[in-house]
């Protein structure tokens, strides 16, 4: 549940605000990253899943 | 079309549905920011495109402008007397989080199909052992937005 909270806030904290946007395929990989979900399951731009 | 009114428009979506739990209909933002209806289908195309909303098939309908759900789920969220709908457990705490307000989600367990009920601070949800289980490769979510 703390690995979710993590992506809710990160991905919607500033939903509500002007510049807030989805994050591109590159950061979505580094946030992932940085809760340790990690692979080509979690990697936007994977093309199999292994 | 410009990117200011584009994102005139995406505000004016998602504080309606902020203010109301209900995600507006296309004549209320047209309304809202002054502007043709079919501008704002325009806006609304490059919204979906942009992965902001997710549009019915009639391209005017708003299924979904993440994480507040435009048709009822099984993700309820209550924040501040205001009932919203959630596209999934994601979701249901992102709305908390985009709302910046504590809040109250109903859902239930997929396996045992058990009710659960979570509070959500505003520094997260209250302790416990419920695990959120993503069936779809990130790679593969928007393909099918409504079963991810």
Redesign the interface.
């Known amino acids: 549940m703390d690995q979710l909270w993590h992506l809710a806030v990160t991905w919607y904290g500033t939903r509500l605000e002007a510049e807030s946007r989805r994050p591109a395929a590159a950061e979505m990989r580094s946030i992932f990253e940085s809760i340790a979900l990690e692979g080509d399951f979690w990697d936007p731009r994977a093309d199999s899943f292994g | 079309m410009p990117t200011d009114f584009n ?1 005139s428009v ?2 004016a979506v ?2 309606s549905t ?1 203010e109301s739990g209900q995600t507006p209909l296309l004549e209320t933002v047209a309304k809202e920011v002054g502007a043709d209806p079919e501008a704002v289908r325009l806006a609304y195309r490059a919204l979906r495109a ?3 909303l997710f549009l019915e098939e009639d391209h005017v309908t708003i299924r979904m402008a ?2 507040f759900s435009g048709v009822p789920t099984q993700h309820r969220v209550t924040v501040d007397g205001i009932e919203y709908y959630a596209n999934c ?3 249901a ?8 307000r504590p809040g109250l989600v109903h859902s239930r367990c997929e396996q045992s199909l058990e009710p659960l009920r979570l509070s959500v601070g505003l520094d ?2 209250e ?2 052992s ?3 289980h993503c069936l779809v ?3 593969q ?1 928007w393909d099918d937005l409504v079963f991810t």
């Not at chain 2, 705490?93 to 910046?100: E, P, R, S, W, Y």
């Open positions: 994102t995406k505000l998602y504080r902020a942009d992965r902001v993440p994480p457990a994601w979701d705490l992102g709305i908390c989080a985009a709302l910046h997260g949800p302790p416990s419920w695990l959120f490769p990130a790679a979510w």
